[in-house]
């Protein structure tokens, strides 16, 4: 693990959109900073995500201060501010088996703008107090411990090793022809390069340069990995062969979900060192 780095970083200001690669992240308690802050939601309530709507993949979300600004093919670039959260007026987001109080964006054009890009109502709508509003699944967490709109965890990390390998074992099965397959497909927080192959799955606290962190448990995958985030293509790829390689209990896992033991900013080239 000596020469274990971080090799990149993502950061997704709006879950299921595509993200940006910083040099460097502020680390906060619920993941890095403006990561997964804002969501769509569909007329129940319930998030929108690539799993359902692919197209998803081809537009993107910049931070920018004090809000956002959205991009996608045949649209006209939007800016977003952040909206002010006022009492009463938040709205419920069903985030899987979680309910979370959000507050919608002001400008009704945020919401026209996705829904004619998505071709459905929805809504946009900001997490103003992730200190608060959501706590990590209680089964792998500690008292505190809260997380933004990703899927369960503050942040995923992998490895391009354990990518790698994965891609050895594409190239050897049945559809050899959708690999080797980018690291774009798991729509990581954190890429470490310098490690063995599955090196992570060992790993119960590690260090990125200035910031530690608790490994919570291995993360399971889902059709989002087949989602080609270039064209918003689907294939059978990775988890065809995770599932025959990479299962565990019911869950076809790649890459390890990851809680903060405390703030910090991650780099580029920062070493990263296993403690435990």
Same mark, same amino acid.
């Given at each position: 693990?000596?020469?274990?780095?971080?090799?990149?970083?993502?950061?997704?200001?709006?879950?299921?959109?595509?993200?940006?690669?910083?040099?460097?992240?502020?680390?906060?308690?619920?993941?890095?900073?403006?990561?997964?802050?804002?969501?769509?939601?569909?007329?129940?309530?319930?998030?929108?995500?690539?799993?359902?709507?692919?197209?998803?993949?081809?537009?993107?979300?910049?931070?920018?201060?004090?809000?956002?600004?959205?991009?996608?093919?045949?649209?006209?670039?939007?800016?977003?501010?952040?909206?002010?959260?006022?009492?009463?007026?938040?709205?419920?987001?069903?985030?899987?088996?979680?309910?979370?109080?959000?507050?919608?964006?002001?400008?009704?054009?945020?919401?026209?703008?996705?829904?004619?890009?998505?071709?459905?109502?929805?809504? =946009? +709508?900001?997490?103003? @107090?992730? !200190?608060?509003?959501? *706590?990590?699944?209680?089964?792998?967490? #500690? /008292?505190?411990?809260? $997380?933004?709109?990703?899927?369960?965890?503050?942040?995923?990390?992998?490895?391009?090793?354990?990518?790698?390998?994965?891609?050895? =074992? +594409?190239?050897?099965? @049945?559809? !050899?022809?959708?690999? *080797?397959?980018?690291?774009?497909?798991? #729509? /990581?927080?954190?890429? $470490?390069?310098?490690?063995?192959?599955?090196?992570?799955?060992?790993?119960?606290?590690?260090?990125?340069?200035?910031?530690?962190?608790? +490994?919570?448990?291995?993360?399971?995958?889902?059709?989002?990995?087949?989602?080609?985030?270039?064209?918003?293509?689907?294939?059978?790829?990775?988890?065809?062969?995770?599932?025959?390689?990479?299962?565990?209990?019911?869950?076809?896992?790649?890459?390890?979900?990851?809680?903060?033991?405390?703030?910090?900013?991650?780099?580029?080239?920062?070493?990263?060192?296993?403690?435990?």
């Amino acid at each position: 693990m000596g020469n274990a780095r971080l090799q990149s970083i993502h950061v997704h200001p709006v879950k299921a959109l595509r993200g940006l690669a910083p040099r460097e992240a502020a680390v906060e308690p619920w993941g890095l900073a403006g990561d997964r802050r804002w969501v769509l939601i569909d007329d129940g309530g319930k998030v929108v995500t690539q799993r359902r709507h692919p197209r998803l993949a081809l537009a993107a979300a910049e931070l920018l201060p004090g809000g956002v600004r959205l991009s996608a093919p045949g649209m006209e670039p939007l800016t977003v501010p952040v909206p002010v959260p006022h009492p009463g007026d938040t709205v419920v987001v069903e985030i899987f088996r979680d309910k979370v109080e959000g507050v919608p964006a002001r400008d009704p054009a945020a919401h026209a703008w996705c829904s004619a890009y998505l071709g459905m109502e929805v809504r =946009l +709508v900001h997490m103003d @107090d992730p !200190a608060t509003r959501r *706590p990590v699944d209680p089964r792998y967490a #500690r /008292p505190g411990e809260t $997380v933004s709109f990703a899927d369960g965890y503050p942040l995923l990390l992998t490895t391009t090793a354990s990518l790698d390998a994965l891609n050895q =074992l +594409v190239a050897q099965g @049945d559809h !050899a022809a959708e690999g *080797p397959l980018p690291m774009n497909r798991f #729509r /990581p927080n954190l890429v $470490v390069s310098g490690t063995s192959a599955w090196a992570e799955d060992g790993w119960r606290r590690v260090t990125v340069g200035e910031v530690a962190f608790r +490994v919570a448990k291995p993360c399971g995958r889902c059709a989002v990995t087949t989602t080609d985030q270039g064209t918003a293509g689907r294939g059978r790829e990775p988890l065809h062969t995770l599932g025959r390689h990479r299962r565990l209990g019911d869950k076809l896992v790649f890459g390890q979900n990851l809680v903060p033991l405390g703030p910090g900013t991650v780099r580029v080239g920062d070493p990263v060192e296993v403690v435990g």
